[in-house]
């Protein structure tokens, strides 16, 4: 209950300043959706370190910008990467959860080594 609020507090937020931005609705809506899977990928112990006050950044990346490690041979042709950077109150020590997403199948293909 507590994502769905914040999701469309999220949206809210997001179509007042897309005015004042070059993101169009189709990016605001695969923004959303990577958000969206990068929360739910969270395990209990990442959920409780997020920093509630901190946003979330979302970038898209191209399949060449993921880290080598991730197996991306399998995504279709038309996939979309978004990296997904949480800031948690462990980054001063292990760095943010980062988390790669493919907004087309709606499904995590890896996520970031922290140190």
Not at 32 to 49: C, G
Not at 57 to 77: A, F, G, H, M, N
């Amino acid at each position: 209950m507590r994502t769905l609020n914040m999701m469309a507090i999220i949206m809210i937020l997001a179509m007042l300043f897309v005015g004042c931005s070059t993101i169009n609705e189709d990016q605001l809506i695969e923004f959303t959706i990577a958000k969206r899977i990068a929360e739910e990928a969270l395990t209990t112990d990442e959920r409780s370190t997020v920093l509630p006050w901190k946003r979330e950044i979302v970038t898209p990346i191209s399949v060449e910008r993921v880290p080598s490690y991730i197996d991306t041979k399998d995504l279709s042709t038309d996939a979309k990467i978004y990296k997904v950077e949480i800031q948690t109150s462990k980054d001063e020590i292990v760095g943010p959860i980062d988390i790669y997403v493919d907004v087309v199948s709606e499904t995590v293909i890896g996520r970031q080594l922290r140190n």
